[in-house]
């Protein structure tokens, strides 16, 4: 699936199963919120935090999924083409990161070369 594809299939289903979008606003806190389900998988998987037992079948692609979902339906309402904001925000990283990364000892060091 594209991300266009992402995009029109998000605005189906809001059409026929979500009835509306909830408004900007309130999408935004959903967003928040979905990031924070995200966070709270990522510390306790990866972090030093350890599960709590109700948290031990949680998914994190799913979670994944569920801020990818809400950040689309943001797009779709404010006229957004995430294809073209991305293509347009790579090339700008790309521009502006040629050297940096490269640069940054603290990288270089992770990877091993140092």
């Known amino acids: 699936m594209t991300i266009k594809e992402a995009q029109e299939a998000v605005?189906?289903?809001?059409?026929?199963?979500?009835?509306?979008y909830f408004n900007e606003l309130t999408n935004t806190a959903i967003l928040m919120e979905e990031v924070g389900e995200v966070a709270r998988?990522?510390?306790?998987?990866y972090g030093e935090q350890s599960?709590?037992?109700s948290d031990e079948a949680v998914d994190l692609g799913d979670e994944m999924a569920d801020?990818?979902?809400?950040l689309i339906c943001l797009a779709n309402?404010?006229?957004i083409d995430l294809?073209?904001?991305l293509e347009k925000n790579l090339v700008k990283k790309s521009?502006?990161?040629a050297e940096r990364h490269k640069n940054n000892e603290?990288?270089?060091?992770k990877q091993g070369l140092h």
Do not use: E
């Not at 605005?11 to 509306?20: E, F, K, P, S, V």
């Not at 603290?106 to 060091?109: F, G």
């Open 11 to 20: 605005d189906q289903w809001i059409a026929t199963t979500g009835i509306r």
């Open 41 to 45: 998988i990522m510390s306790r998987k």
């Open 51 to 53: 599960f709590k037992k």
């Open 67 to 70: 801020v990818l979902f809400v």
């Open 77 to 79: 309402q404010t006229g």
């Open 83 to 85: 294809t073209a904001a």
């Open 95 to 97: 521009i502006r990161d």
């Open 106 to 109: 603290k990288l270089q060091k």
